[in-house]
Structures are given as C-alpha cells and as structure tokens.
C-alpha cells in the first residue's frame, strides 16, 4: 500500500473491477454441459452479470466426486463466452496447464491451492489477471504474501476473494470474515470481492450475505448459480437457480448504485 497510495482497477477482458467498479461473477460451479452452461450464461447475463464463471478442473475432496471435464470444460466455457460475450473465470490446478488456460480471460487460484507457491510464481509471468481465493486456514497476511508471490513475478493485475474460512462453527460450511474486506483494503491497494456461496454452503444464505458485501465496501461477488440446483454435480446445496439469481440482482443493483459505484 505504501509504495501503491492509488487502488488498483482489474480489467477482464474489458469489464473493469474495483475502485468504483462493481461485478459480478457468477455461473455453475463446475462445467457439466454444453445445455447447461449455456442456459446458465444466458440467463445470468440477461440478470446482468458481467463475468462467466465455471469449473473445468475441480478440487473435490473426496476423488470419488465428479472432477471437472477438463480441457472439454474449458471449450464448452469458451463457447458460452462466444454465445453471450461475458469474460469467463474458472480455476487452474496444475502448473503445467498455463498455456491451456491460454484464452481464460480471468485465471482462478482455488482455496486450496492459495499457498501452491510454484503455480503462483507461474502466473506472475503471465499478463493476465488472476483471482486468488482465501485459503481453508489462511491469515490476511498469508493471503497477502499469496498475492506478493504473483506481483512479485510483474503480473499486478490481481483480485482477492474472501470465500470464508475454518472455524468452529458448523452449521455453516465456513464462516465468512467480512472483516477481511476492511482489512485488506486498508494493507493493499487490490480489489477484493466476496464469495458467499462457498462461505456458507446454503443457497438462502446467499442473498444476506451478498448484500452485506456490498455494505462492507467488497469490489464485486462471486454466486453459484445452476439451472437446476437438486441435480447439480457440485455444491447445489448452496447454488442459486437463475429466478432466484435474478432476484437478487435487482436488489443488489440498487445497492451498488446507493454506494456510488458502478456495475459494468
Ligand atoms: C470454486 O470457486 O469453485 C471453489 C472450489 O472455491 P474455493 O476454492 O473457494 O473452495
Ligand atoms: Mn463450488
């Protein structure tokens, strides 16, 4: 922050974020397919979302779970970008897929992976922007030094995202640190948005908690949204159907607007 007094605006692919700019990024939170994520960008897109998001490579703990369908994901979410041209995001897990990522236009670094020091060093190579997650059991500062090692390589383009964290609560799937956003915009000049779906697992948890994102000053969200919840092949239990999506998203418009920024 020192050497950095101004905020940083992250552009993806045209749509800017931060410092006034408010987005959106929402869509399934893996890839299942083609039907699916196209029905699911088009409906967003017409709620007004401004980033397309999607797993293709997914970090499952158990490895009997779905896992993604990998490169056919990354295809079917690159036509979807072509079907309604939203700038998709989606999560790199190997350091040996940068050059596959090559047309992703923002590179998702999962929870999991926030402390995979040499994926982070290969992305600071790139000039690409980079959403890095909050990791399961990370400080501010841990999450911090994350970013350090990708701007640290001369790629400065860089969004943070509290998806909460371990504690020992339970009847959330983690607890969401809302005083993260305060925090890390006070130690960085970064955008930072919030992700309240896998914050707490629970899709009406969802609305409550994007709302007070946007209240506690975060540069944008980050929902799941599937066309059909009860059947999704990862996390329906806390995915928004797209009526439900859409009704949120009036309802956040209005908010952003109150707070003088801009969405898109
Ligand atoms: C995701 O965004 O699909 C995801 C796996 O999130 P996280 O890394 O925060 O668990
Ligand atoms: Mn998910």
Redesign the pocket.
Known sequence: RKMHPDNTIVDVGGVKIGEGYFQVIEGP??VESEEQVIEVANDVKASGATLL?G?AF??RTSPYAFQGLHADGLKLLLEAKKETGLPIVT?IMNVNHVELFADVDLI?V????MQNFDLLKELGKLRKPILL??G?ANTLEEFLMSAEYIMAGGNSQVIL?E??IRTFETKTRNTLDLSAVPMLKKLSHLPVII?P??ATGISWMVEPLAKAAVAVGADGL?I?VHNNPAKAL??GAQSLNPEQFDTLMKDIKRRVEFEGKTMN
């Open positions: 939170c893996s998001r797993g997914k970090p999560e998702q999962g929870a999991r992976n997650k909050r399961l995202c998806r909460g992700d779906s896998h980050m799941e990862c996390d």
